[in-house]
């Protein structure tokens, strides 16, 4: 197949210098371009990322969210559940519910949220109330005086198998629900220069923490081995190569999937295959931003950053091709999708997206969707015929198919 | 004392260091041609300055601010207006010590000042001289690693606070700043003196105390330019301000080809140091430098004479106290701190200070109370100009580029720090002198 040959070549291309994922673009272009007829709606010409032109919003004024400052967002199938600064809300069957502190929610402010695949538990984190489980209908509280929760200042919840890990702003908990055991890891038992953790996420047997001014640690579930992966230019007010490992040491949030690791900082975005990290700025890629509050991969080629200029979306590693949603300028009545090659914009396309601010905070993948929660209303990007990587033009399709 | 004056009669050199030699390495394409200088950072200091240049520098643009917290509207009737307090004011058992607390004298010291602007602000006729007062809601930061998020989760969402000041211990300031981000408050820091505190890339975050970078920065400059030193030794705290705040002078003295001889350090409540210094003593250094509180200084400083070490003594600003000199006695000579900012200055704001403070506490306020009224009336006055508008009293904040205070002139920087320069502090006939970069 023409695309994926082209691909391949620009996947080496971009191992040899910075700046021919350009030309690797434009090579894309070029070769598939006469032979599509037609292009996806959404996609544009051919060898294009998708991208999400029709937006829904959702207030709090409209009766559904209980409040406009979005802290988090976590799919469980065709549920969303959204974390807000003053109650927890959940979508479902365009029908949303919500709970507040009259409700029996042990604290306002919602600032993470997981759900066990196992119990179908909800795991809540509060932002200086502890850790909630939301089951059957009632709140449990955990907090730092009636278990083994490190710390009431909550900031990342992941669930994997039968534990729940917790970070906090003194340290990682992790509870086994089976047991109800907790296990504390601070400086004194793990590899934290600093304890401020700040997101956790897990899956295929490994733990993920970033720590603020720690860099990401990683736990290995079989061996309950911890590996630290941080700055190794060791220097707060510089990067000194770009691609020697993680971009800086003060990580925000960090995204496992597909065995490829996604790691957030306010100076850029970094990724790690377990061999290659590779890192993003905001001048040399099509992150608006260097300011990425939350990171969620979609898959291990690509991410959605949640930056306080807009959505900054990896749609393609390999070809560096990004689409960054955002609004042009403060009185702009709807975002504008930005696509780029690394940095070079290629073109812009209007969306119908009218949050009025465009300080990211949280994502979530649902599906084809995508969500974002804002300092201001929550909106889902509808993502109708979406596909991951570049357009494939349909006469090779059809090629493919036949052969 | 000869030692001393040996070591005063030696001509200053000017700022900044001698040339060294660099790498002739190409260096790593740099966006952006106009090379700038985070934290007035000497070239011979540059981290990997005689290697290459970094693919990236941070800090040079301002943090800035992109949420939608301007828009929202402001309260159409308060009480009073709050601002919160964050400070080791309780003693409690510390993390750091295991054991008691060290940090309360500095803090109790910092709530002084802090209060004594809000009472100005309310003589001036309080909040836009509405009459309606400005209220200190005060918070104790001083329990175990953390207990500081508590707080201002705390004040930012039970209390209202429209700011907050604080705190001094560095992994409290962290800690601190972090919730204030998410809550999106405003804070003032005037006691954290931890380079790395504003190395956050947090926008809400101002401080207004010169950092140990810019101390660490004269002192190297004192001991291997002015001097001429090559061997350092180095005892400091084994708690997060001695081990992150004497980095940059630990740096200096590598990337000038003195790396130290050795760096020992001490738990917090240590009485007896002679096992390190018994070390130390036999590496022969030229000076000893340490980083820690007031008391364990004047304690080796102490116990170092009493072993015939005669060395020039190096130390932070906490060391800069009269109980450092009263528990030293004959022993101060030949010592030498950073400082940051000059109490002798005979500023006419700085000397109604000292008389107004004096009056109001029965006793002369230190650089904790003397910063904190400077920030909080920083604080008051973006507070006057953008109204109860936490998003916008930030914006007024950080667009505040120099400042007269009791404290002297602050100079900001691009993300908001003061940039003011140190001082040398210098025991001089048995009393601390404060000696700026010329006049050294």
Request: one cysteine or more; charged letters at 20%; a negative charge.
């Amino acid at each position: 197949m023409i695309l994926s040959s082209t691909s391949r070549r620009c996947n080496s291309l971009r191992e040899l210098r910075f700046g021919a994922s350009l030309a690797c673009f434009a090579a894309v272009l070029l070769t598939v371009g006469s032979a599509a007829s037609a292009a996806d709606e959404a996609a544009g010409p051919v060898g294009e990322p998708y991208v999400y032109t029709h937006w829904e919003t959702f207030y709090a004024s409209e009766g559904g969210l209980p409040n406009d400052h979005i802290f988090a967002i976590t799919a469980d199938g065709d549920r969303l559940w959204v974390g807000t600064e003053d109650g927890l809300a959940l979508y479902e069957n365009q029908t949303w519910r919500s709970w507040r502190e009259k409700d029996g929610l042990p604290w306002r402010v919602v600032s993470a949220i997981a759900v066990s695949e196992k119990t179908g538990d909800v795991w809540v984190g509060l932002f200086g109330g502890g850790l909630a489980r939301f089951s059957g209908g009632r709140f449990d509280n955990f907090n730092q005086f009636n278990s083994g929760l490190v710390n009431d200042v909550v900031y990342g919840v992941a669930v994997l198998d039968d534990t729940v890990w917790v970070a906090t702003t003194a340290g990682l908990s992790a509870l086994d629900t089976v047991t109800g055991e907790w296990e504390i890891y601070t400086e004194k038992n793990a590899p934290m220069e600093e304890i401020w953790c700040y997101n956790v996420d897990a899956g295929d047997g490994k733990v993920y923490a970033a720590v603020w001014g720690g860099g990401i640690l990683e736990w290995d579930v079989k061996t309950r081995r911890w590996n630290a992966h941080r700055d190794p230019d060791r220097e707060m007010e510089i990067d000194l190569f770009r691609d020697d490992g993680l971009i800086h040491i003060i990580t925000t949030a960090v995204s496992y999937v597909d065995r490829v690791l996604w790691a957030a900082t306010y100076f850029g975005l970094s990724r790690y295959d377990g061999r290659h990290w590779r890192g993003y700025m905001d001048h040399d890629s099509g992150l608006a931003s260097n300011f990425i509050n939350f990171t969620k991969g979609r898959s291990a080629t690509s991410s959605y950053n949640a930056t306080d200029r807009g959505l900054a979306v990896l749609s393609d590693f390999s070809t560096d091709t990004w689409v960054s949603y955002r609004r042009d300028t403060e009185d702009a009545a709807t975002w504008t999708a930005h696509i780029s090659v690394g940095n070079e914009e290629r073109r812009a396309m209007s969306t119908d997206l009218s949050l009025p601010n465009h300080f990211v905070i949280a994502v979530e993948i649902q599906g084809n969707d995508v969500w974002i929660g804002t300092g201001h209303g929550l909106a889902r990007g509808v993502g109708a015929g979406f596909f991951e990587g570049l357009s494939t033009p349909h006469v090779e399709v059809a090629k493919e198919a036949g052969q | 004392m000869k030692a001393m004056t040996l070591l005063m009669s030696v001509v200053a050199v000017t700022f900044p260091f001698f040339a060294t030699g660099g790498d002739t390495q190409d260096p790593t394409p740099v966006p952006g041609a106009k090379k700038q200088v985070y934290g007035d950072t000497p070239e011979e200091l540059m981290p990997y300055g005689k290697f290459t240049e970094p693919y990236k520098r941070f800090f040079l643009e301002p943090n800035e601010y992109r949420g939608y917290g301007r828009h929202i509207p402001e309260p159409e009737h308060v009480d009073s207006v709050k601002i919160g307090f964050l400070g080791p004011i309780e003693a409690t058992v510390s993390v750091a010590t295991g054991g008691a607390s060290h940090e309360e004298q500095m803090g109790r010291k910092m709530l002084q000042g802090a209060r004594l602007a809000i009472e100005h602000a309310n003589a001036r006729g309080g909040y836009r001289g509405s009459k309606t007062p400005y209220e200190l809601v005060v918070r104790n930061d001083n329990g175990l690693w953390g207990a500081s998020g508590n707080e201002i989760v705390d004040l930012a969402y039970k209390e209202h606070v429209w700011a907050i000041l604080g705190t001094i211990d560095g992994a409290n300031s962290h800690i601190a700043i972090r919730v204030a981000l998410k809550a999106e408050v405003p804070m003032m820091n005037t006691g954290d003196t931890d380079p790395t505190f504003i190395e956050t890339a947090i926008p809400w975050v101002c401080r207004n105390i010169t950092d140990d970078r810019q101390m660490s920065y004269l002192l190297a400059d004192y001991v291997f330019g002015t001097l001429g030193l090559t061997r350092v030794a180095a005892l400091r705290a084994n708690n997060r301000y001695g081990r992150m705040s004497i980095d940059e002078f630990r740096d200096a003295a590598t990337r000038l080809g003195h790396p130290f001889l050795a760096e020992l350090n001490y738990q917090l409540g240590d009485t007896d140091f002679t096992p390190q210094l018994e070390r130390i003593k036999t590496l022969e250094p030229e000076a000893v430098i340490t980083w820690g509180d007031s008391e364990e200084s004047a304690l080796i400083l102490a116990q170092m004479r009493a072993m015939g070490m005669e060395q020039l003594f190096i130390g932070s600003d906490r060391m800069v106290t009269p109980e450092f000199l009263e528990a030293t006695g004959d022993g101060a000579f030949n010592v030498v701190a950073g400082y940051p900012y000059d109490p002798e200055s005979g500023d006419p704001k700085q000397v109604a200070f000292v008389e107004q403070f004096t009056a109001r506490f029965g006793e002369p306020p230190e650089t904790y109370a003397a910063h904190a009224y400077d920030g909080m009336t920083q604080l008051i006055e973006a507070i006057e100009r953008a109204g109860l508008n936490r998003a916008l009293i930030r914006d007024e904040l950080m667009a505040v580029t120099s400042w007269h205070g009791v404290t002297g002139e602050k100079v900001y920087d691009a993300i908001c720090s003061n940039r003011s320069p140190a001082l040398l502090a210098v025991v001089e006939d048995g009393a601390w002198t404060f000696r700026s970069l010329g006049d050294r």
